[in-house]
Structure formats: C-alpha cells, structure tokens
C-alpha cells in the first residue's frame, strides 16, 4: 500500500471523531482540538495564540489546520506485473481547531463571537477537505492510467495539484480571515494577511466585557 499525505501536524489532543455541519456527508474525519481559555475575548486571543499549531507550508502558527491523506494499492500478478484497473484509494482527514475550556467563564457578547468565529473557521476548513475528497476520481484515474512502474508518481503528481489548490485557497482567504474566520472582530482590520497576534492590542469595545453597560 502506498500512502501520502498533505501535510503534516502538530497534534494537541487525542483525536475525536465529533461531526460538525460544516464536514457532513465527508466520511473519515477527525478532530483534534485544542484548549483556549480566558474570561474575555483579548484573553481568548492570547491563549489561541500561544496554543495554535504551525502550518508546515511557510512554518507559520494558524487558528486551525486540516491534514488529509489518501492511501492507494492494488493487485500485484505472481509473475510479475500489476492490475491497476483494481487500484482502490482510501481518504482520511484530521482537523485542529480551537475549542473553549470553560464558554460558562465567558459573557454572552464573546460567546456570541466565538460562535460566529467558529462557524466561519470550521466551513473554511471543510473547503479544505471537501476539495481534497472530491478529487479522489482524478488521483484514482491517474493511478489506474500508468504504468505499474510509473503509477506512484502518476498519483503524487495528482496530490500535488490538490495541495497547490490548497495552498492557492489559504493564500487567497488570508487562511480564511477573510471569509469571516477571525476573532475578535477587530482582528479582521490588523491581521488579515498577517495572522499575528497584534489583533489583540486595540479590543473592540463592545466585546470587552469591562466595558459592558451595568
């Protein structure tokens, strides 16, 4: 069995194999997430900042990180040779993405926030993985059109083009800021394309809760 991946990860937790909207209909994926603790959405940034995992394509730190693979195989003849007209293909997919460590420590307004946030990461995300799953035809039909001596590289030539893909979305979408994926709110007009935690030094004021009325 041969087998490649798209990336590769730092894991935070023991994987979960919890659904959510976003990934459904998409077998095979998994969920690691990671801690984020605090009583406000400044402290929120902070401790995302310090426990986010880093991309391995350009070694950044990123708010989540989908990893997928495909692991192809088929019949060998016993004289030699190969069927790659049986070549079959497996597809499966982990996801980081932040979690909070106690939401009852939180005020509705961040909450609320977080929600919005979460939502937005997660479909960012599941673009990832949706995309990946559905070109599973094309690396299956280059594998299957080769040559028993050129079939891997067919099907790491077809990787390589849904990895570009990827590349190309995170890129585009700043990692998905801007399709929403920031937090807080005042992240979107400071890290958008930076990604850095300098988002965390001027709060909105409708989401400290300090400043709330009362």
Known sequence: MKRWSAS?????SPATA?????????PGVTFRPYA????????LRRSMDAA????????????ALTHWTMAWQWPGRRHGGCTLSRATLSFSATVILPRLADPAALPPVVLEEWARY????ERHEANHVRHAFQQRSTV???????????????GRKALAAIVAHDLAYDRDTHHGASEGASFPLWCNSTAIGS???????APDPTLDPTNQPG
């Not at 986010?52 to 708010?63: I, K």
């Not at 990604?195 to 030094?201: K, P």
């Open 195 to 201: 990604r850095q935690s300098s988002c965390t030094t």
């Open 118 to 121: 979460i939502a937005a990461l």
């Open 18 to 26: 919890q659904t959510t909207d976003a990934f459904a209909g998409v």
């Open 52 to 63: 986010r995992p880093v991309d391995p394509h350009g070694d950044e730190r990123v708010d």
């Open 140 to 154: 299956l039909a280059a594998i299957r059109g080769a040559t028993c001596a050129t079939a891997d590289r067919a």
């Open 36 to 43: 984020v603790t605090g009583s406000d959405a400044a402290a």
């Open 8 to 12: 590769l990860l730092l894991l935070a």
